[in-house]
């Protein structure tokens, strides 16, 4: 029956859920459970730990493989193949010579019949085998549900009589798993359930197909606003029964593009609930009004183009092929995460691991040309959530770290300055303080909602909070 829910327990925790058949949009609802999933690569065990046969192995927390990343490499015969080929066009190319300056055009032939057709067989031939998101959930919290009507992937970090609920928003390119490190300090130090969900768009949540059509777009399911329904959805199925003594049942944590969705749930909430709420906005990707509270236009934000929705056909048709060129590579990510603060072998593995599910690349191009598309739905979200402060009660902080070159520090210091917010300072941190100095994220989301003893309500994080090295790890089988 709709509305019915059941897990199954593996380690204390929901391994995963799956859809009931005939739910549809409505009422948020939990999917009954699944059968365990067979590992898809031989797994070789030895003393301590299961080591996986074959390299860029994506293994689960409990040692089965899920898949591999990105292209497998040519087989002996595909090789043979292409050699004959290249006899072939060897021979082509012999023919050629009776044209006037042939030579170069040999050559450039020769190329682009090799280049394309060794192409076309990794394309068709070595592209990863793509599943289900049930068949690869990564961890033992992972659980599914039906919310707003899209079957929604997230993690659920369980505390026993916890008195308030946290809610993680990721920012772009990343999933629910940017939050797997740091959630255990989250829990302690703001004595609370911990949430983290993959946006529309990201991670291992269900991708919907999107016409190109204004109406189709303007209702997109990957928008900010279908991400702050989600988390509503969420906190409804896991809410705290009790108020919490201290005043505060939920935390709201948004990183970077992921700080516009907890904003915008926040903004929704009745004002008795906006009372009993706080907001913790991460290197958010708000931009802020200029100094002084002048604006710099109608509304804050980056140049907006809205095409038409026909002009939109090049970026859902070709970007998906793009993407597939750069994130399959594993070099693309490290340098990308570099850029950010450097990452791990858990850490990159976390970010690759959505590229393991159906349509990732599909669904990445209907988030963008989703943002191509209309208004910005942050356009006024500075003065609203300034209001909100103000009259509601809602509790607004900022962190930030101090080494970030994607968003600026400045950036946060005009945002708390508009809202009347505190910003806290994290040093020797880039772009994602919660992944690299999950402590000391931690310690100032706690200041934040007044836990005294917790962390700095603004400043500098302690030396509490200093930055954590992070643990070479080889794979998700040694996740805790």
Known sequence: MPGMAMTMPLGGLP????????LRAGPPALLPAALAHPP????????????????????????????????RSLTGLEWVSIGGLTLLAVAACWRLRTWPSARW????????LLATFTAGVRQARCR?????????LPLKASCLALASGVTVHYLRRRRERAPRLAVCFHGFGASALSWERGWVSLGKKLNAEVLAFDAPGFGLTERPPLPLKNEALDSSPYRCGTSAEIARALVR???????????????LLGHSLGAISASLTALALPPGEQARTSLVLESPAI???AAGGRKAGPAPGPPRL???????????????????????????????????????????????????????DKGLARFVATRLHGELEEADIVERLATARRDNGLRVLLVHGEGDSIVPVSNSERLAEALGAKLVRV?????????????AFAAAAAGGIGLRGRGPAGGRAGAEGGKSEPKKLGDLSELG
């Open 237 to 251: 199925i896991h809410g705290r029964q009790k108020p919490d003594p201290g005043g505060c049942d939920l935390v």
């Open 128 to 136: 990863p085998e793509l599943k289900p998101p049930r068949e690869v």
């Open 15 to 22: 391994w995963l859920t799956r859809c009931t058949p005939g």
């Open 105 to 112: 055009k040999q050559a450039v032939a020769l190329v682009a």
């Open 40 to 71: 898809a690569v031989q797994l070789r065990r030895g003393p301590g730990k299961a080591r996986a046969v074959g390299a860029d192995l994506a293994v689960r927390q409990d040692g089965t493989v899920a898949g591999r990343f990105g292209y």
């Open 306 to 360: 809205s095409p038409p929705a026909w002009r939109l056909w090049p970026i859902v048709a070709l970007l998906p092929w793009v993407l597939r060129r750069l994130v399959y590579r594993r070099r693309f990510w490290e340098r990308g995460l570099g850029l950010a603060g450097g990452a791990d072998e858990r850490l990159l593995t976390h970010y690759r691991w959505p590229s393991l599910v159906q349509n990732w």
């Open 287 to 289: 931009f802020a009004p």
């Open 427 to 439: 040093p020797d941190c880039g772009h994602v303080a919660h992944e690299q100095a999950p402590e």
